[in-house]
């Protein structure tokens, strides 16, 4: 019985992903123990590993000798800020794997689209309507209402002749995005007091986070996650055409429906709790496909710990760097911008 000439490179390619992954999962844990140390107090790791140890194992004799004070900005304030940023980041890289997958874009991205917009939108209506006093749950499902009523919009506006363009789809997704800008400013105008939380949901800001943003957050987000992992490798012949899938037993248009509100679910929760941070979705899937390829059950996951790690660095700089914080969302959009015209310059000399 001969061996086929391709297992040998099956074999090394599936394992150079598994060496990706848990190279990638061991930065995500060094970066997270570094970031806890990074700041105005001076932490040691001995401090960050007793804390964190204890608060695990529920042993509070392992770090009794520590004064309250480092126990708090360790467990209270930068952990749950670190985390946020990971679960975030992860979570908006996901979402740019499966809308470029699913509309055969590479400039797809839930901030291109306008969706974050519309989430920032609707997150900005359930402030100013204050429900958010009664928890983040509200705020999540307003900003998923304006984030699948912005993607529809955008789909619609962008389709010509059954086809959807990918010049249009930017252009539509810019159009619609002023269009929610304008009324989010009509809302800063009516929300008095209100006001200043709408600003930090528009700059991107994961300043004040505290573990109940983290616990009703990554429970969401994963599970999207996980559904879009789970059509993986239906996304990788739909992403070659519905005429593809139809011919091997795919419904394309019920696969887009799920994948398509996945996606809009992980970039509402990532608005509510970080605001309009963008970019990260471009920039990621990009960055680990000229690595491992387009096999979307290698990227979605990938993609994950990769935009964690990214969203975790640039929001640890941020706090980090001078005497005044800068948002996570600056940032992003300081390296998504140029990022952007590489990757549209690029697709223009592809098609000319």
């Known amino acids: 019985m001969s061996t ?10 599936q394992a150079k992903v598994r060496v990706a ?6 930065a995500m844990v060094l970066f997270t123990l570094a970031a806890i140390g990074f700041g105005r107090a001076d932490i040691s790791m001995a401090d960050i590993a007793n804390v964190i140890y204890g608060q695990l194992t529920g042993n509070p004799e392992a770090y009794a000798h520590i004064k309250a004070a480092k126990i708090a900005i360790i467990w209270d304030i930068r952990l749950p800020r670190i985390l946020a940023a990971i679960i975030v980041g992860g979570g908006l890289a996901v979402a740019g794997v499966v809308f470029q997958a699913l509309l055969m874009n590479p400039l797809a991205d839930s901030y291109t689209m ?31 209402g304006g984030a699948v009523a912005t993607l529809l919009i955008v789909m619609s506006m962008a389709r010509v002749g059954g086809y959807v363009s990918s010049a249009n789809l930017i252009i539509a997704g810019i159009i619609v995005s002023s269009i929610l800008s304008a009324a989010i400013s009509m809302v800063k105008s009516l929300a008095g007091e209100q006001v200043s939380a709408i600003v930090s949901w528009l700059i991107g800001s994961l300043a004040a986070k505290s573990w109940e943003h983290v616990l009703y957050a990554w429970p969401l987000i994963l599970a999207a ?7 993986a490798a239906d996304l990788n012949i739909v992403s070659l055409g519905d ?60 993609c994950g ?9 640039a929001d640890t700089f941020g706090r980090s760097v001078g005497n005044v914080e800068i948002p996570v969302g600056v940032l992003t959009t300081l390296l998504g911008g140029p990022f952007f015209v590489y990757i549209f310059r690029m697709r223009n000399k592809t098609l000319g």
């Open 4 to 13: 086929s000439p391709l297992t040998p490179l099956l074999r090394y390619k």
């Open 21 to 26: 992954g848990l190279v990638l999962l061991a």
């Open 114 to 144: 306008g969706v974050s917009t519309g989430a920032a939108f609707g997150a900005s209506v359930a402030i100013y309507l204050n429900v958010f006093a009664q928890g983040g749950l509200p705020v999540t499902l307003f900003a998923f």
């Open 225 to 231: 996650c996980f559904l879009c992992y789970y059509y």
């Open 243 to 302: 005429r593809e899938a139809r011919s091997l037993g795919i419904n394309a248009s019920r696969l887009r429906t799920v994948l398509l509100a996945a996606g809009a679910l992980i970039t509402a929760v990532c608005v509510a709790i970080g605001g309009i941070i963008g970019f990260v979705g471009l920039i990621v899937p990009h960055m680990v496909r000229m690595l491992t390829g387009s096999d979307n059950k290698v990227l979605i996951p990938l």
């Open 305 to 313: 710990l990769t935009g964690g790690i990214l969203l975790l660095t």
